[in-house]
């Protein structure tokens, strides 16, 4: 009862943002969206406890015959996912109150679409059948479609609601026929009747199944309309799409496991590798990135490959029967899947904050956001590090158990595994070291840089909240890792059984499952590493005499090329050009240095920051020239997979724009024709 209470919420949400006139309540249905999202987790958890949470459906349970019957329940799984992916929308929708958002007020009927998504995924988590699971997966397209494309202001809309709609049909077709597979197999559409699938048929369905899910997700290389999609959502609808609604994506992957069993060992190897692989080149744009919205979006891609890593490891553990390499790999990618969703969303709340107040998210624009904005500025300092995998936060955890889970390989007797699973953990180590430096450059800069004429600006209650309530569960979760554990542990329990007991290696630390090999305190870093703080800061005023904060101050130097009068210190593009030159091979780095006209310099700077390239705006005039520097790069799935492919269709377009003539008999002869070839290609296969 408690979930169709969820329902009805996000009924009255959508009711009360699209009625016309003064019965308008924008605030009331951000309310109720919220309420909805709250009573969802109630459910969720109850689940996870071992209650039974399901929508009475009545007459609709009965799908007809040769559907069988099904409906909405809960299970531990489903459960915790609801926990996971409406608890971090529930402050989301916080932020959509008056005075919390321009674009809130600006786009009143935004909250019905951002309720239609939310109950979609709701669809997705509790749906026990696979007509179900279709149809709150169709409801999610329809969602991330009206939600990409609802601001018609933004020029960028149009093409990133296309693209969104086009993977996100792509990602049905696929679950569609992967489910229609597992069902021939197994001999039914119910979960019950997929759990009986088996053999090649089942192995092609779990490779269909994840195909559907990981365009979800963003895993190349069907990434490519993930990063326009989450930066042209407006208002909450980013933090929801991108913290909440993708998580279906990965409860989509643990329940194929759930429901087909053991996967293939190619299956494995390819996860792993693909995993590795959306993991660099996700951090690497997200690195270069000269947009705040852009840097954040691309981050999901690389979150997505290192909580597919440990999804990985926990095929193989499938494979080979090791329940212990299953659960240490699903508790790594879980904890990483809680640690994505809190990071993510607190850094879209803040990320439409500082846009909509300062008007652009060009970076080398944003400077010192912390001291005009503090709550905004403390939840962009939080929710980065949370991304870059720091100590105290919640993503230090989960990407130490995800390397841990990686290095497992040892434990199997298949070379491709082993040889996967050392590829998988490099690539994702080395997606973690460019994470760091890449959100060190957003706190740096961003959050902390000089800025001048700073003032202090107006921050919403209702924004300060959500900060509050996200800042405290990324905190919180690496406080409190041992409960985190414990609270995925029942969720997964259904596939792995008693071993995630084995994931504590006592009441504070946690272990990769299997004992003896490493272990790590989260809880005792909280104690120790602020008490060594406040060590140090003894020790220093002790050995600083009378004045221990006295600060010198001289001018700082600026450069020694004569004639050349620039800012002092890094600008992020700047800090950000190493990087383009490290990876230049994987981002296909070019640089153009021309003579323009002011005029002409702005424009381009405006065109880069359009199409994601980078214009080095420090550059001053020399000798009265203009000078602009522009460094590019290049999205190589999209260039060389998706153009080529997008070349071929309009050509096909074209020769079908022939076809239509307008002529009655031409019509009648293509239909004889389609008629002949069908006739003929029933005789020969009967």
Not at 375 to 393: D, E, F, I, K
Not at 396 to 411: P, V
Not at 645 to 667: E, F, H, K, M, W
Request: aromatic content about 8%; glycine content about 12%.
């Amino acid at each position: 009862m408690i979930l169709l209470l969820a329902f009805v919420a996000w009924a009255l949400a959508a009711l009360a943002s699209v009625v016309p006139g003064p019965a308008r309540r924008p605030a009331v249905a951000w309310l109720a969206n919220a309420a909805g999202c709250a009573l969802a987790v109630v459910g969720g958890a109850r689940a996870l406890t071992g209650h039974d949470v399901r929508v009475p459906l009545g007459p609709f349970e009965d799908l007809g015959q040769g559907l069988g019957s099904g409906g909405l329940e809960l299970d531990r799984l489903g459960g915790l996912f609801v926990v996971i992916a409406l608890g971090v929308a529930l402050p989301a929708c916080l932020t959509g109150l008056r005075g919390s958002s321009q674009a809130s007020a600006r786009l009143p009927r935004l909250p019905a679409a951002v309720a239609a998504c939310l109950a979609s995924v709701l669809f997705v988590l509790a749906a026990n059948h696979l007509f179900w699971l279709l149809f709150g997966w169709e409801g999610l397209t329809l969602g991330f479609f009206l939600l990409t494309g609802f601001d018609r202001a933004d020029p960028r809309a149009p093409s990133a609601a296309l693209a969104a709609a086009s993977f996100g049909k792509a990602s049905g077709a696929a679950v569609l026929l992967g489910g229609l597979l597992a069902a021939r197999s197994g001999g039914g559409l119910g979960y019950a009747d997929l759990q009986q699938a088996h053999g090649h048929l089942a192995h092609l369905a779990f490779a269909l199944l994840l195909v559907g899910f990981a365009v979800k997700i963003g895993a190349v290389p069907v990434q490519v309309w993930l990063p326009p999609a989450y930066a042209t959502a407006p208002g909450p609808a980013r933090a929801i799409m991108a913290g909440a609604a993708v998580n279906v994506g990965f409860y989509g992957m643990w329940r194929t496991l759930d429901l087909l069993g053991p996967a293939p060992a190619w299956l494995a190897i390819v996860v792993l590798i693909v995993a590795g692989v959306t993991a660099v080149l996700g951090i690497a744009h997200g690195a270069v990135h000269p947009d705040l919205r852009g840097l954040v979006a691309w981050s999901s891609v690389e979150n997505a490959g290192v909580i597919g890593a440990g999804y990985g490891v926990a095929l193989i553990g499938s494979h080979v029967g090791d329940r212990r390499l299953m659960a240490a790999g699903l508790l790594a990618a879980t904890a990483q899947v809680i640690a994505h969703a809190l990071g993510k969303s607190l850094l879209f709340v803040v990320v439409r904050e500082v846009e909509e107040t300062h008007r652009t998210a060009d970076l080398d624009a944003l400077r010192d956001v912390a001291r005009s904005q503090p709550w905004t500025g403390a939840g962009l300092v939080v929710g980065a590090l949370t991304l870059a995998g720091l100590p105290l936060t919640a993503g230090f955890a989960s990407e130490w158990l995800t390397l841990e889970s990686l290095m497992q390989q040892f434990r199997i007797d298949h070379l491709g595994m082993q040889l996967a699973s050392a590829v998988a953990g490099a690539l994702v180590a080395l997606s973690i070291g460019v994470a760091g430096v890449t959100f060190v450059r957003l706190i740096a800069l961003t959050g902390f840089g000089a800025a001048s004429g700073v003032r202090r600006r107006h921050e919403a209650l209702g924004l300060k909240v959500a900060v509050t309530l996200l800042v405290l569960g990324c905190l919180g979760a690496a406080a409190a890792a041992p409960w985190e554990i414990d609270l995925i542990s029942a969720g997964v329990r259904p596939l792995v059984a008693d071993a995630v007991d084995q994931a504590h290696a006592s009441d504070w630390a946690i272990q990769p499952v299997f004992s003896g090999f490493s272990s790590l305190s989260p809880s005792w870093l909280w104690l120790v590493i602020p008490g060594y703080l406040v060590l140090l800061v003894v020790v220093v005023s002790c050995l600083s005499g009378r004045r221990p904060w006295r600060v010198r101050r001289v001018p700082a130097w600026s450069s020694a090329s004569p004639g050349v009068d620039r800012g002092v210190g890094y600008t992020s593009f700047g800090y950000a050009n190493p990087m383009r030159k490290v990876l230049a091979n994987l981002l296909l780095t070019h640089h153009q240095i021309q003579e323009v006209s002011a005029a002409e310099r702005r424009a381009a700077v405006r065109l880069a920051g359009d199409r994601g390239a980078s214009v080095d705006r420090s550059a001053e005039s020399v000798s009265g020239t203009n000078l602009a520097y522009e460094v590019d790069v290049v999205e190589i799935v999209g260039r060389y997979l998706y153009r080529p492919a997008y070349a071929v269709l309009q050509a096909a377009a074209r020769i079908a724009t022939r076809l239509q003539s307008g002529r009655l008999d031409a019509y009648m002869a293509y239909m004889l024709l389609v008629l002949l070839a069908v006739v003929a290609l029933v005789a020969a296969v009967s």
